[in-house]
């Protein structure tokens, strides 16, 4: 495992570049100093960029907000997100997991994320004994962003046990289980998920680290496999994802691990061996 400080250390190695958003190129509000130039400069030395993300909410949302950031278009060369990726499961209906499913649907999760599955034919219940899927996009984290891990999960723990107790299964469109917002702790989808896991549901999550989301992104980039670099702070998602899809990665330190690692690379490369991993470099942030 290399460390190195910029990333035009080892650009050249590769053709395409699968770049997380949270914690790596912004932390929820606004960008990290250096990450917007960094991006451009890889389009620069010829690379593909594409940005993925366990947001679960659809490309144009997040693409405005990015635009609202300060990030242009000409940064990247495509965007996915979990809640995009999950959408198509939804439309399609072609996966065998939610093929013979019916199209009652129970929405766990904010307003704001309800354009994820406006426009199809699904039904929206708020009964759990009267649906078929559990659709969780996370807690309203605008509403409940200042209570701790605890009270957030005691919030949504009835309607977990009540769907849990009818047997309805669900799908998880952002497997993250928390992020770093502007410095603060905000609960994410996967937490919920994980909880329903242990009241005996079944869950099907969509994004990092599962497959799904990588051979999109694949076909995005159209570069060779061993000619991809992915590039994210999380080590459960980012950097597990990246090697279950056979690329290399580049974990950044300063993000969701950054009070654990701080600067100390032998920590960081004791993590990543506990976990099973081994990127092929680690940065404290996205520099060129």
Request: net charge negative.
């Amino acid at each position: 495992m290399r460390h190195v400080d910029h990333l035009a250390s080892i650009a050249a190695e590769f053709d395409g570049t699968i770049v997380d958003l949270w914690g790596v190129v912004h932390d929820g509000l606004t960008p990290y100093p250096g990450a917007i130039d960094c991006l451009q400069r890889l389009r620069a030395a010829g690379k593909r960029v594409v940005l993925l993300s366990n947001a679960p909410r659809r490309v144009g949302l997040v693409q405005d907000g990015l635009r609202r950031m300060g990030l242009p278009d000409d940064s990247y060369d495509g965007i996915l997100t979990s809640g995009e990726a999950t959408r198509s499961l939804l439309e399609q209906r072609t996966d065998p997991w939610i093929a013979g499913m019916g199209r009652r649907v129970l929405h766990l999760g904010p307003e704001k994320d309800a354009n994820l599955y406006q426009g199809l034919e699904l039904e929206i219940v708020t009964d759990p004994a009267g649906a078929d899927l559990l659709l969780n996009t996370g807690p309203d984290d605008d509403a409940l962003e200042n209570g701790a891990a605890e009270d957030v999960l005691d919030v949504h723990m009835p309607l977990l046990r009540a769907c849990a107790a009818v047997g309805l299964p669900m799908l998880c469109a952002n497997p993250d289980l928390e992020i770093v917002r502007g410095g603060k702790r905000i609960v994410c989808a996967g937490l919920l998920a994980s909880l329903y896991a242990q009241f005996g549901g079944t869950v099907r999550s969509i994004g990092k680290p599962h497959p799904e989301v990588y051979e999109q992104v694949r076909t995005m980039l159209g570069v060779p496999l061993d000619r991809v670099l992915a590039i994210g702070d999380a080590l459960a998602t980012d950097i597990a994802g990246a090697k279950a899809a056979g690329i290399a990665s580049c974990w950044v330190l300063g993000g969701i691990h950054a009070e654990l690692i701080g600067g100390d690379n032998d920590l960081a490369e004791a993590e990543a061996r506990s976990a099973g991993l081994a990127p092929v470099a680690t940065i404290p942030s996205l520099l060129w």
